[in-house]
């Protein structure tokens, strides 16, 4: 029962925060309903021990953890590929972008996020020519530091290639392309995408490496100790 509530819970908060994708709103509740349990396997057995011994929970929770190291090592892999399940829904269904043609010192905004271009910079190397433009970011106001898309154009390519610019702010990446680039009045065409918690993609997977070694970390052999004749009967 308490996992089933703590499910439908999750979808109720999520619906009063504004969310209505119904098919994101179900794979949330899933995954609560799916870490609640995976979470009373993890930490359960050591809240029981530690009340029936009377042992500190930390005690307790390294009492059970050495004796069930292959089955906590995965349950944190559970824990892991939960959280990349919700972060793959959101990035998916809540994914914001948009295309601003800007001239020098005009912004742009997107949901809570704000771009001024400021200025552009070239630079020819041996095998291509580059160009940047600069943006300063700001999220709510506050600044989130420069950005800097850029284009490579090759002398065997007819189109350039671009080099999008990404950063990490809280739980979402910030993604801005430079997609053209007039060299007359500076004007330059900037896509700017939001992906909320693509990070925990990443944040997850050292979880997932870490849970796979203790699991599968080989346990310490116990030496056989020898037995007295006597004990076996024999003279």
């Given at each position: 029962v308490g996992p089933l509530m703590v499910g439908a819970?999750?979808?109720?908060?999520?619906?009063?925060?504004?969310?209505?994708?119904?098919?994101?709103?179900?794979?949330?509740?899933?995954?609560?309903?799916?870490?609640?349990?995976?979470?009373?396997e993890m930490f359960g057995p050591a809240l029981q021990r530690a009340k029936r011994r009377r042992e500190?929970?930390?005690?307790?929770?390294?009492?059970?953890v050495s004796g069930s190291r292959r089955r906590f090592g995965g349950y944190m892999v559970h824990m892991a590929v939960i959280a990349i399940v919700v972060?793959?829904?959101?990035?998916?269904?809540?994914k914001q972008s948009a295309e601003a043609s800007l001239l020098p010192g005009e912004s742009f905004e997107?949901?809570?996020?704000?771009?001024?271009?400021?200025?552009?910079?070239?630079?020819?190397e041996s095998n291509?020519?580059?160009?940047?433009?600069i943006l300063n970011g700001f999220h709510r106001g506050y600044s989130i530091g420069v950005y800097e898309p850029g284009l490579n154009y090759y002398p065997?390519?007819?189109?350039?290639?671009?080099?999008?610019?990404?950063?990490?702010v809280g739980s979402t990446d910030v993604y801005l392309s430079m997609?053209?680039?007039?060299?007359?009045?500076?004007?330059?065409?900037?896509?700017a995408y939001l992906l909320p918690m693509v990070p925990w993609i990443w944040w997850s997977l050292p979880i997932i490496a870490l849970g796979s070694m203790f699991s599968l970390w080989p346990r310490r052999r116990r030496k056989d100790r020898a037995v007295p004749a006597e004990a076996l009967g024999t003279s």
């Amino acid at each position: 029962v308490g996992p089933l509530m703590v499910g439908a819970l999750t979808v109720a908060v999520c619906m009063l925060m504004g969310l209505d994708r119904w098919l994101t709103l179900l794979a949330y509740g899933l995954c609560a309903f799916a870490a609640s349990v995976t979470l009373w396997e993890m930490f359960g057995p050591a809240l029981q021990r530690a009340k029936r011994r009377r042992e500190s929970i930390l005690l307790a929770l390294a009492g059970t953890v050495s004796g069930s190291r292959r089955r906590f090592g995965g349950y944190m892999v559970h824990m892991a590929v939960i959280a990349i399940v919700v972060a793959i829904a959101s990035s998916k269904t809540y994914k914001q972008s948009a295309e601003a043609s800007l001239l020098p010192g005009e912004s742009f905004e997107i949901g809570d996020y704000a771009f001024t271009y400021e200025k552009t910079e070239a630079r020819q190397e041996s095998n291509r020519f580059t160009v940047r433009v600069i943006l300063n970011g700001f999220h709510r106001g506050y600044s989130i530091g420069v950005y800097e898309p850029g284009l490579n154009y090759y002398p065997s390519q007819r189109e350039p290639i671009g080099t999008p610019f990404v950063r990490t702010v809280g739980s979402t990446d910030v993604y801005l392309s430079m997609m053209s680039f007039e060299d007359q009045d500076k004007r330059v065409v900037i896509k700017a995408y939001l992906l909320p918690m693509v990070p925990w993609i990443w944040w997850s997977l050292p979880i997932i490496a870490l849970g796979s070694m203790f699991s599968l970390w080989p346990r310490r052999r116990r030496k056989d100790r020898a037995v007295p004749a006597e004990a076996l009967g024999t003279s």
